[in-house]
């Protein structure tokens, strides 16, 4: 039982939340600097699930499915900025942050932001 248009932005939401709560896990795990910490691996299956949820529910329409690997990259790039702002020995946050940059406008433009209204 599928309904169209239904979803709308949440799969986005999920993609960002997915990125970001997978980079933060990785982080906990893998870097000395950051303090071990169990909720981003909780907060990373809640949202897995929830992504699930609306996938089996509703339909998703293309633009919006094209987006999300954008949404999804930007989401792990902005926990890779804000760890290296709070460890600067981490390395130079220029270049995630020009990515985020340019897979923002991406995304807007794909998701239809710059599109000109209809006249009625």
Known sequence: MTTKNQAGYKPLYFSFLAGLCGNATFATLTTSEVAFSIFPLIALVLVAYN?????????????????????????????????????????????????????????????GVFARKAQA
């Open 51 to 111: 992504w699930y949820q609306v996938y089996m529910t509703s339909a998703i329409e293309s633009h919006i499915s094209k987006s999300s690997l954008g949404v999804f990259v930007i989401g792990v790039l902005t926990y890779t900025t804000f760890v290296r702002m709070e460890y600067p020995e981490l390395g130079s946050n220029f270049l995630p942050l020009i990515l985020v940059l340019g897979l923002s406008v991406w995304v807007a433009k794909t998701v």
